[in-house]
C-alpha cells in the first residue's frame, strides 16, 4: 500500500483500492475556507486568483467557489498566474475594481507572498484567504509585513494538539530539532504511525492484508486528530491559522 501524507487531490485515490492519503481532501478544504469566509470573515464577495499551473490551485479555487456561492456569496473576479510568476501588477489591477471584499488564493507559499506584497503597495488591504500551500515558514521570509493578516486552511498547528501522540511526538520533535513541528512533519508521521498501526491490525506482513487494514482505518487518535478513512480518503478535523506579528497563530479547529 502506499499512503501520502499530503495529496489533497480527490482524483488521487479514485479508482487506485492500493493508495491512501492521512491528509484530508481539497473539498473539504475548499469547504472549510468558504465557511470561515462567511461565517467568520464575513465576506458576501470574493475574488480568486488561480495558479492554472497547478491542479491543487485550480482545484481548491473550484471547491471553495462552489461552497461560498451556496452559502450566499458571490464571486466578483477571477485572475489566474503561473507558478514561477514574479509580477503581478496585472493580476492585482484587473482586481481591483472589483473591490471585493476578500480575495481567495489556493496557491503556493512563494507566489502569495510575492502576490501579497504587491498587492499591499497596489493599496488592496482585503484579507487574503490560501490553503494549505501557504503553510510555509519561508511565506513569513518572503512576504513580510504584507503578510501579516493572511489566513489559511491546514491541516495542523501545535496549539490544535489534543491527543496523546500528538503530545508525544510534539515533546520527541522539538527535543531532536529545537523547533515545532509543522503541517507536513506532523503529516508525515500520522502517515507512518497509521501504516504501523494497520500491520499490527492485520497481524500479517501481506501487503493485501495490511491495506485492507489500513483502509479500515477508523477513529485513529493521531498527530493531526481523529482520522477515518473511508475509500482510502482521511476524514479528519482542518485547522484555521493566521499570521500575526510574523509568526503563524492558531485560530480554530474545523471538524468534518
Do not use: W
Not at 501487503?207 to 475509500?231: D, H, S
Amino acid at each position: 500500500p502506499l499512503i501520502t501524507p499530503t495529496g489533497t487531490n480527490p482524483l488521487l485515490t479514485q479508482g487506485k483500492n492500493f493508495i491512501s492519503r492521512a491528509c484530508f481532501i481539497d473539498p473539504f478544504q475548499g469547504k472549510v475556507a468558504a465557511i470561515y469566509a462567511v461565517k467568520n470573515l464575513h465576506a458576501k464577495t470574493a475574488a480568486i486568483v488561480i495558479d492554472s499551473a497547478q491542479d491543487y490551485s485550480v482545484g481548491l479555487a473550484k471547491f471553495f467557489e462552489e461552497n461560498f456561492k451556496k452559502l450566499g456569496g458571490k464571486i466578483v473576479a477571477k485572475t489566474f498566474i503561473q507558478t514561477g510568476e514574479s509580477n503581478f501588477s496585472a493580476q492585482i489591477a484587473a482586481l481591483k475594481p472589483a473591490n471585493p471584499q476578500i480575495i481567495y488564493m489556493p496557491c503556493y507559499y512563494q507566489e502569495i507572498a510575492l502576490f501579497a506584497r504587491q498587492a499591499r503597495e497596489f493599496g488592496l488591504k482585503q484579507t487574503i484567504l490560501a490553503g494549505d500551500g501557504a503553510a510555509e515558514a519561508a511565506l513569513i521570509k518572503v512576504g513580510g509585513a504584507a503578510v501579516n493578516g493572511l489566513t489559511f486552511t491546514t491541516g495542523f498547528a501545535p496549539e490544535a494538539i489534543k491527543t496523546p501522540l500528538g503530545k508525544k511526538f510534539e515533546q520527541a520533535y522539538i527535543a531532536k530539532y529545537k523547533k515545532l513541528p509543522d503541517n507536513f512533519a506532523a503529516l508525515s508521521a500520522d502517515a507512518y504511525f497509521m501504516l504501523v498501526n494497520a500491520i499490527d491490525r492485520a497481524k500479517s506482513d501481506n501487503p493485501v492484508k495490511i491495506n485492507t487494514a489500513l483502509r479500515e482505518t477508523k477513529n485513529f487518535q493521531g498527530i493531526t486528530g481523529n482520522i477515518t478513512l473511508v475509500n482510502g480518503d482521511a476524514i479528519k478535523p482542518a485547522v484555521i491559522e493566521k499570521v500575526e506579528n510574523g509568526k503563524f497563530v492558531y485560530v480554530t479547529t474545523i471538524n468534518p
